[in-house]
């Protein structure tokens, strides 16, 4: 099992910034991919972005040159900052943290996150 806590979320301004964080603990595998995905009243969870172990990253395309994702192998953990928000950003934003080489897939509780227009 993994558990992941995440923090950051609350209300900002369209244009402001947040920075999200979550941590793992428990039976943490090595080889895996960690990161963020949102959903908005009414629609489908998506990928916001995510990173894997090796660093490599990716993007939703409503989110790229805005949001950053990076990550802390050694702490287990990963942070998106979120710059020049818009309102259409608002959503419950949801860690998660996958290894297909175990095949296992965990999520986060959510963090709301309201951009005020």
Known sequence: QVQLVESGGG????????RLSCAASGN??????MGWYRQAPGKQRELVADITSGGSTGYGDSVKGRFT???????????LQMNSLKPEDTAVYY????????NRNYWGKGTLVTVSG
Request: charged share 15%.
């Open 11 to 18: 209300l900002v301004q369209a244009g402001g910034s947040l």
């Open 69 to 79: 994702i990076s990550r802390d192998n050694d702490k287990n953990t990963v942070w």
């Open 95 to 102: 860690c998660n943290w996958a290894s297909r080489s175990i």
């Open 28 to 33: 943490i595998f090595t080889l895996n991919t």
